[in-house]
């Protein structure tokens, strides 16, 4: 795993184990901070702007702008990993400037964005980006854990048919994933299947006891006791 897949499994360890995902200001976010530059018109000063950088990083790199739109999507994920969103941000937009079809630039916006809550927009991204990563594990888990909690707050029985099956997925090929396992356990406690979500988290404790999530143990606890009682 290389160090940019290393800090992003440990933001994903660390921060979006969806309880839900951190909440975000609600001031309108600057341009660069939207993904794909948000939907309003770009100025002709912002144009200008754009296709200066782009012609810039051209030349740095020798005129292949596939090239440079990966090193920019590489900054992002660090500065992710590193747990700077807002920074990441910006270098996955220069990234998507550049390659429009770069496929991890795309992922890292969908990541950045479901930490907003920005769901929708981060489902879009995830799908878009889906042929070309649709191997990589942690792609998986990722999208994984934002159809969770889309399943989770719409109970949509498609939506929550897929994200079960996602979770499914992840689990047949890294079965010790106690993210995974948490945000699978997660959704089935919404659903009221409290006993599969206790055996997820049994299979947690068996693999890692340090990476349960005190509060979702707490709310299965509270539950159980409460049905159980006369």
Request: proline share 6%.
């Amino acid at each position: 795993m290389n160090r940019s897949s290393r800090g992003l499994a440990a933001l994903l360890l660390s921060v979006a184990v969806l309880a839900p995902f951190a909440a975000h200001a609600a001031a309108p976010l600057p341009r660069n901070q939207q993904a794909r530059y948000g939907t309003e018109p770009p100025s002709e000063a912002e144009r200008t702007a754009d296709r200066r950088f782009v012609e810039a990083m051209a030349v740095v790199h020798g005129g292949d702008r596939r090239k440079a739109s990966d090193d920019a999507a590489r900054r992002g994920w660090d500065a992710f990993g590193a747990s700077r969103p807002d920074e990441a941000m910006v270098r996955f937009n220069q990234a998507w400037l550049l390659d429009a079809n770069n496929p991890r630039a795309l992922w890292g916006m969908a990541v950045v964005t479901g930490g907003r809550k920005e769901v929708a927009t981060s489902l879009a991204l995830f799908a878009e980006a889906e042929p070309a990563l649709r191997d990589d594990p942690m792609f998986r888990m990722g999208y994984a854990q934002v159809l969770g909690l889309d399943a989770q707050r719409s109970k949509d029985p498609a939506r929550v048919a897929d994200a079960l099956s996602r979770f499914a997925d992840v689990d047949r090929v890294a079965p010790t994933n106690t993210l995974n396992l948490q945000n699978w356990a997660r959704l089935l406690l919404a659903l009221d299947r409290d006993d599969e979500a206790l055996a997820l988290l049994q299979r947690v404790r068996a693999v890692r006891p340090g990476a349960l999530d005190p509060g979702l143990v707490e709310t299965l606890a509270r539950r159980r006791a409460t049905r159980s009682a006369p």
